[in-house]
Each structure stands twice: as C-alpha cells, then as structure tokens.
C-alpha cells in the first residue's frame, strides 16, 4: 500500500510539474508567427517611397503621401515556406511574386501577370522592392 501511494504521489508530482513547464510564457525570441502576421502593418519601399500596409488577406499599395493615400487596392494570398515564400496579388491587376525576411526588412520580388520569379534578380517586366516596417502610430 505505502509504495502504491508513493508511486502515485511521485506520478502526480510530475504531471503538475509539466503542467506548469507547458503553460510557461514562451519566450519572445522563440516565438514563430505566421507570415501574415509578421507583414501586418505599414511598410515603406526603401528603393521607392511608397508605401504597402498589410491587413490581413488585403494589401494597400503605392501610397505615396502616407500610408492611406493614392495608392490600390489588393487581395492577397501567401503560400509561406522556410523564410519566405510566395504570393499573389488580385485587384485592378495581377501580379505573382515571391518574398523572404531578412532581419526586420521584407523583400518582394513581383512581375505582371501569372508568371512567377524564381529568384530576387532584376530581370523584365520585374520589380523588386525591400520594405522597412514603420513603427507602430507613425504613417
């Protein structure tokens, strides 16, 4: 009996002990979050001027004032991968590109139309834009 209740103290112990470790807050460094997430926001285009503001499946792009004005209208969907992925972008026009994180920066690389680049290299009709995150408030 005494090592019955010794064995089931010792399993109790430990489920408390794991339950505690596995609600334990997780470390911001260690974090993932999903692509989506992560382009959420307002970016300004380092080579351009313009801006692109990320919502979720909705992309504002090319205002030039501020975030909010002068620019269009997208959809976009992300098929993430390992740093990066790809995308698609649908509005007033089509567009197929790929993108990757580099530190805090967003590289797009995009072309007109259902073909998609393969690689970040400037070639025709491709355009290709490294994004600098705004601050939170700041637009």
């Known amino acids: 009996m005494k090592g019955n209740r010794m064995n089931r103290f010792a399993l109790l112990s430990l489920f408390a002990f794991g339950a505690v470790a596995m ?6 460094e260690l974090k993932v979050q999903p692509d989506v997430e992560r382009m959420r926001g307002a970016w300004k285009v380092d080579n351009g001027g313009s801006y692109w503001v990320f919502q979720g499946e909705k992309l504002f792009a090319g205002g030039t004032a501020t975030p909010q004005e002068n620019g269009y209208n997208y959809a976009i969907a992300l098929r993430p991968g390992r740093n990066g992925g ?3 972008l649908t509005g007033g026009s089509t567009f197929a590109g790929i993108y990757k994180f580099v530190g805090d920066d967003l590289i797009v690389c995009y072309a007109g139309g259902t073909v998609r680049p393969t ?3 400037q070639g025709p009709n491709r355009h290709i834009h490294i994004l600098k995150r705004l601050p939170e408030g700041k637009k």
Do not use: C, M
């Not at 609600?23 to 911001?28: H, I, L, Q, R, T």
């Open 119 to 121: 690689d970040f290299d």
């Open 23 to 28: 609600s334990a807050p997780v470390p911001k």
């Open 86 to 88: 790809e995308f698609d």
